[in-house]
């Protein structure tokens, strides 16, 4: 039921913003740019023994030091790859 909650509200969001629409790279170098960053979000996933989903809602609200300098990290990372595509762009 949370997950089904997660898509249903991230599908509110979208439609309440009436910017969303579906679109292709343009160019080649962004197909690369998203098997790339896809392969290293396995990756982490893979690493960090789960994924954001369970790591936001397990350690964070039980104030564990792992969800922490988690939730720290995923906003420098999330910061720093949106500034990188901007340049890129």
Known sequence: MLNIGILLGALIG?????????????????????????????????????????????????LGLNGIVFGVTLTMGAFLGVKTVSKLG
């Open 14 to 62: 979208f439609l309440a913003s009436r910017e969303f629409r579906i679109t292709f790279p343009r160019h080649r170098r962004q197909y690369f740019q998203v098997i790339a960053g896809s392969v290293l979000m396995g990756y982490a996933a893979a690493l960090a023994s789960g994924c954001t989903i369970g790591a936001m809602f397990s350690a964070i609200p039980s």
